[in-house]
């Protein structure tokens, strides 16, 4: 009888383990967005949340970790236990982008974690507050020529929405003043204040500013010209080739997160973002779902690390 009791009591062991691990998640899911709230990166991470919330019936927090350009932030996912329950809202900048431009970030940009879902992907357009006297590109670079050190521009130090400015500063030989910021959003609401007088930024945080005037678009970084601008000319229409055509945003674990829950956060994200909710919340922003498999992200963070890589180096870009 003992021996009978003893070889059920081990062969119920694991199925405990088991069913264990299907019940995550069992408590809040945290998402870290290293930006402030209201830039790209944040938008990117709330329309995530409310599709893993839905989807999986669990309480989703973002939590919003600035500074450093999303390093911080970042850093803090890498050290957060595998569990499933600390998420980053990654891509181009923490994840492709910051091998580039630092020896040592702080956490190793792609083996620090484990891809969960790629979420969406946008581009960025260069606009100028209404103060600046120019109409079109050439009359800006004509402009910022005439009047070096004159023009002010905005960004987080070391993130996508940087380095567009010193390519351009590089590429066209005029000396524009960077002015760092802690995220997209403040830069944006300086711009529109007049403090700035330059800022390059997503579809999704500026469109509504350009459509309402109260920011100029100059140049998209699109491969193609934005829909909702067919007049606006993207950059290697105004003689600037080369650059990066597409931001990409995504959810990662810290590396070591079980292959279950990886799959299990995956496929909810891919059917959060295929709802009709989630869908018209993209079209307005003007970006596009990205849905695939982990492995799908994975390979789209390595194709970035080489696009973003190349246009530092060859543009000699330097980031103190």
Not at 97 to 125: H, N, Q, R, W
């Amino acid at each position: 009888m003992l021996r009978s009791t003893l070889v059920v009591a081990a062969a119920i062991l694991p199925m405990t383990g088991i069913a264990a691990r299907a019940e995550f998640p069992d408590r809040p899911i945290k998402i870290v967005v290293p930006f402030p709230a209201g830039g790209p990166t944040d938008v990117a991470g709330r329309l995530v949340a409310q599709a893993l919330q839905k989807q999986l019936g669990a309480t989703v927090i973002i939590e919003n970790i600035g500074g450093a350009g999303g390093r911080i932030g970042a850093k803090a996912v890498a050290q957060a236990a595998p569990n499933g329950y600390t998420l980053l809202v990654g891509g181009t900048n923490v994840n492709a982008l910051v091998g580039a431009l630092y020896k040592d970030p702080g956490y190793e940009p792609l083996k620090s974690f484990t891809p969960v879902a790629a979420i969406c992907t946008d581009s960025m357009a260069m606009v100028i507050a209404p103060g600046v006297p120019a109409k079109t590109f050439a009359e800006f670079v004509a402009y910022a020529k005439k009047n070096p050190g004159a023009l002010r521009f905005g960004a987080p130090t070391g993130i996508y929405t940087h380095i567009v400015g010193e390519f351009i500063k590089i590429k066209t030989g005029t000396d524009l003043l960077f002015i760092p910021y802690k995220g997209g959003a403040p830069a944006i609401n300086d711009a529109l204040g007049g403090h700035i007088q330059v800022v390059f930024n997503n579809k999704s945080t500026l469109l509504a500013h350009i459509k309402d005037n109260a920011l100029r678009a100059l140049a998209v970084t699109s491969a193609a010209r934005w829909p909702e601008l067919p007049e606006i000319p993207t950059l290697k229409e105004v003689g600037l080739e080369g650059f990066p055509t597409e931001i990409l945003f995504g959810l990662l674990a810290p590396a070591g997160t079980p292959r279950a829950i990886v799959d299990k956060l995956n496929a909810a994200v891919n059917e959060g973002m295929k709802a009709e909710e989630a869908r018209n919340s993209i079209d307005k922003l003007g970006m596009y779902v990205k849905s695939g498999s982990p492995q799908d992200f994975e390979a789209a963070l390595a194709d970035q690390v080489v696009a973003w890589k190349t246009i530092v180096d060859s543009a000699g870009i330097k980031v103190d």
